[in-house]
Structures are given as structure tokens and as C-alpha cells.
């Protein structure tokens, strides 16, 4: 099982943690992940507005690159995901602009016939990989962890990139419950926007939405919320100190991706997950569930 | 009364194209609206820009300040009975509203998109310390303390990068960005 790994630039810097940890399980799996050679930025949300073309050529050449070595590419940033398979979609379905795009691509030598396909990493491990071999190796089930799942907007809501319901996901929910956890009910804001987006230039509409949700969650009462996105986890970790001062609750609860819990869940240790790079520190509440043991 | 010019025209044939026609589905049930998590700080609501725009009043949906506070989260998409594409309609008014000229009132989300594209052409990733301080210097320095606070925070974890990364290929990168100047559109 071999795929081109497409890490992003958040996954570079604030989301080092989801990088390292992915890695581990994918390692600890027998995934073979080889890195797409010269990655460039996906865009995000920020080139189409500029440049709706030039959104199309950046993940183009990603496509094309991975198109060259033959593989399919797994992500696992919900933003570089979103970009590749919709750029890829469009670029499958509509003839014209695959044209124009590839005549851009010639002036670099490259050129992308369609034939890759772009995977989310809880797709990869779910549908391709199995719940079953999973289980096979669980070194220390998660027994007695209470978690919510959040799954925000880029793997969930456009019809034609998402990877489960858009009103309630449960892909990453039967992960965490193979391996163990509890995943309490949280359907009403699994998909809620956190309104990372904004937080470049407008973070009190990012302050709000994070707000909202963490509000929810702390009604609900998980030990983590667990996530699958960069800028789901940074908003609603980094923005917990703020709602408590704008919004008079306090939360304290730690983020962490879905990678970490699946790498312990496996006997991976802590520091190979990057655990021990969160600002909320789920270290606790992991070594009072594992000294239950 | 409302006048419709040739622009205008070609407006409407634009956003008919853009959305694969499923914009002249709309029945104006507001779904998208209601999904919307900005709907609230908007002046024009998704389901109004949809209509407005569908009558070809470019002008007044172009000036509107909801689309620099639009997320993308594509929530109005996803939720719409009729399949109408209303983000691809979004994601075209902000591309027109830009090319055209149209200054949003804040400037934020426009200096984000500038300095993160730019962010691009340099370096093929992005920088984001970089592109924060650009968006900082310009508008005042609002939210400078708080950036530089959760840096640091950041810093300690290992979680930025204090130098940027430059791919092999950042001429490629300036071949596409030339090769594409100006394209208005796909």
C-alpha cells in the first residue's frame, strides 16, 4: 500500500504534531507514504479569490508531479485535500479548463492527464486499510476515554469532495471507537463552522464560531475534542483563552488530531505523536486513562 | 426602477455559467442563508445575493461587504434543495469584486489574500509569520500583541517555522504566476 503524501505548509509549522503523528501510524501500519517531490502550496482559501486560474495550475502541478510517480496522493490537511480533489474534479470534468491549464503546465514542462486520485488520510485507513487490521493491531485500547469529534467544514460540506455526511460524519467516529474510546454524541456541531478562515483578518467572527462549539462541547463533557483539520485545531485550541475573556466560560479542553489517539492506540509513545506540543496538554488526562490499566 | 445594462447582461451570463446554471433553479427558500455561520455580520444575505444577482444588479452585489466575510465553508452548498452552486457564486463575486476594482471596507481579507498569494510567488509555500505581519503593519497594527503572545506560545511547542521553506521549483512557480497574470477568469 503505497501513496504520495501531500503534507501542505500547515503541516509544516502550526500542525507539526498531525505531520509526525500521521506519519507514525502510516509507519506503524505498513502504509508507504512517499512525499510528493516539490510539493507547492495548495492555495488555501486565499489564490482563487486573486486568481481563479492560478488556483487551478498550483494544484495542477501537485497533480501532475504525483502523476509522474505514479501514485495516488493522501493528505492530511482538510485544506490541501479540499483544493487537489476539487481542482482535480474540475479539471477531470470540464475539458476546456483542463486545457488551459495544462498549456500553462507545458511552460514548466509538465503536463496532468487526470489519473491521480486524492485521498483523505481517514479514507486511506477506513476504506482502503480496514477497520479489521486495525484492530488486529491495537496494542493498548483507548478503554475509558471520553471524546467528541469534530470535523468541520473542508472534508464534509461540497458535494463534490466530501468523505461522509455533511450533517453528521461518522468516519472518524468508528476509528476512535475501534480503537477503543467513547465518542459521545456531538452531532448537531460536528460539522459547524469554526471560522478559522477569518482568523487572518476578521477573528471575532472566528472568536464567535469557535465559541459556540466549544460551548457545546463543554455541555457534552469529553475528555478531548479530536479532530482531522489544521485550522479546526487551531482555532478551537488557541482560541479557548480568548472565549473565556470575551465570553466569561472557561473550557480547558484539549484538541488533538485523530493521528495521536490511533499512534498511542497502537503503542506509538507520546513523544513521537508530537502530545506533548499542544498548548492544552491532553497528557493528563491520556496518563490517568493508561494508569487505569 | 432598475436599469439593466449590456454589463450587466453579461453578468448574469457569467454567474449562469459559473454556477453550471443551477442558479436559475433557486426558489428563494433562504437554506443557505440559515446554514450561513456569518449570515449574521452580513449586509446582504447568500439567498439575496443569489437573486440580486440573477436580476444582473453587478453594481450593488459587488459592493456588498458580505463577501469579504464569507468563510467558505460551503455550508450554503451543501444544504441546498435545489443543488444550486451557490458557493461557485461566492467564490465568482469575490474574484470579480477584486478584479473590478471593488474595495471592500475592510481591508483584511483582501491584504490575507494579496500577501498569502504573494507568499506563494516567493517562496512556492507560505510563511504565515510573514503574511501576518503584512496584514498587521497595514492595518494599524490591530491584534499585533496577541499574534506576537500566541507565537511565542507556539514557538516554545515547535509549532512555527522561524525561516521560510523555498521549493526547487519556485522558477516553475514564476512561470505559472506570469503565465497566468491577469487571467480574469477559468
New interface residues.
Given amino acids: 500500500m503505497k501513496y504520495c503524501y501531500m503534507p501542505g505548509c500547515s503541516l509544516h509549522s502550526t500542525s507539526r504534531e498531525y505531520d509526525l503523528s500521521g506519519r507514525a501510524v502510516c509507519r506503524k501500519l505498513g502504509i508507504d507514504l512517499v512525499e510528493l517531490d516539490d510539493w507547492n502550496c495548495c492555495g488555501a482559501d486565499a489564490v482563487s479569490p486573486k486568481n481563479r486560474m492560478l488556483m487551478y495550475a498550483l494544484n495542477a502541478r501537485n497533480l501532475a508531479i504525483a502523476e509522474k510517480m505514479g501514485l495516488d496522493i493522501v493528505t492530511f490537511c482538510a485544506s490541501c485535500f479540499y483544493n487537489l480533489k476539487k481542482a482535480n474534479f474540475d479539471l477531470r470534468e470540464n475539458p476546456e479548463l483542463r486545457d488551459k491549464t495544462n498549456k500553462a503546465l507545458e511552460k514548466i514542462g509538465m503536463t496532468y492527464k487526470g489519473k491521480v486520485e486524492v485521498k483523505h488520510l481517514l479514507e486511506v485507513l477506513v476504506n482502503d486499510f480496514g477497520l479489521e487490521k486495525i484492530k488486529k493491531r491495537l496494542a493498548i485500547p483507548l478503554k475509558g476515554l471520553k471524546v467528541i469529534t469534530y470535523y468541520g467544514c473542508l472534508l464534509t460540506k461540497h458535494p463534490e469532495t466530501r468523505i461522509d455526511d455533511p450533517e453528521n460524519p461518522e468516519i472518524m467516529d468508528v476509528i476512535l471507537e475501534e480503537i477503543g474510546a467513547e465518542v459521545l454524541p456531538f452531532s448537531n456541531y460536528k460539522t459547524d463552522c469554526c471560522g478559522g478562515p477569518a482568523l487572518p483578518f476578521r477573528d471575532d467572527i472566528t472568536l464567535k464560531l469557535s465559541a459556540d462549539i466549544l460551548k457545546a462541547a463543554k455541555k457534552v463533557g469529553p475528555n478531548l475534542i479530536v479532530t482531522a483539520c489544521p485550522l479546526c485545531q487551531i482555532s478551537l485550541e488557541t482560541r479557548q483563552k480568548a472565549v473565556e475573556r470575551e465570553y466569561g466560560f472557561q473550557t480547558n479542553i484539549p484538541v488533538v488530531y485523530f493521528t495521536q489517539l490511533v499512534g498511542l492506540a497502537l503503542g506509538i509513545p507520546a513523544d513521537e505523536l508530537g502530545m506533548k506540543m499542544h498548548l492544552i496538554s491532553p497528557i493528563p488526562i491520556v496518563t490517568e486513562i493508561f494508569s487505569k490499566k | 426602477m432598475l436599469s439593466i445594462n449590456s454589463d450587466d447582461y453579461s453578468f448574469i451570463e457569467r454567474i449562469i455559467k459559473v454556477t453550471d446554471g443551477t442558479i436559475r433553479t433557486c426558489f428563494q427558500c433562504g437554506k443557505c442563508t440559515s446554514g450561513c455561520?456569518?449570515s449574521s455580520?452580513m449586509d446582504v444575505s447568500p439567498r439575496k445575493l443569489a437573486i440580486m444577482s440573477l436580476l444582473g444588479l453587478k453594481d450593488r452585489v459587488l459592493s456588498s461587504h458580505a463577501l469579504w466575510?464569507c468563510?467558505?465553508?460551503?455550508?450554503c452548498?451543501?444544504?441546498c434543495p435545489r443543488?444550486v452552486k451557490i458557493?461557485e457564486l461566492m467564490?465568482?463575486l469575490?474574484?470579480l469584486a477584486?478584479i473590478e476594482g471593488y474595495t471592500p471596507p475592510?481591508k483584511?481579507?483582501l491584504?490575507?489574500?494579496?500577501s498569502?498569494?504573494k507568499?506563494?510567488l516567493k517562496y512556492?509555500?507560505?510563511f504565515?509569520p510573514e503574511?501576518?505581519l503584512k496584514?498587521r503593519v497595514k492595518?494599524g497594527f490591530k491584534?499585533l500583541k496577541?499574534d506576537v503572545m500566541?507565537s511565542i506560545?507556539?514557538l516554545r511547542?515547535?509549532?512555527?517555522?522561524v525561516t521560510p521553506?523555498k521549493?526547487?521549483?519556485i522558477d516553475?512557480?514564476r512561470?505559472?504566476?506570469k503565465?497566468?497574470?491577469g487571467?480574469e477568469?477559468?
Fill in positions: 455561520p456569518t455580520v466575510v468563510v467558505s465553508c460551503r455550508t452548498t451543501s444544504r443543488g458557493d467564490d465568482y469575490k474574484h477584486i475592510e483584511g481579507a491584504l490575507f489574500y494579496d498569502f498569494t507568499n506563494i512556492g509555500r507560505v504565515e503574511i501576518m496584514i492595518t491584534g496577541d500566541l506560545s507556539l511547542k515547535g509549532r512555527i517555522r521553506e521549493i526547487r521549483g516553475e512557480i512561470i505559472l504566476f503565465e497566468l497574470e487571467c477568469d477559468i
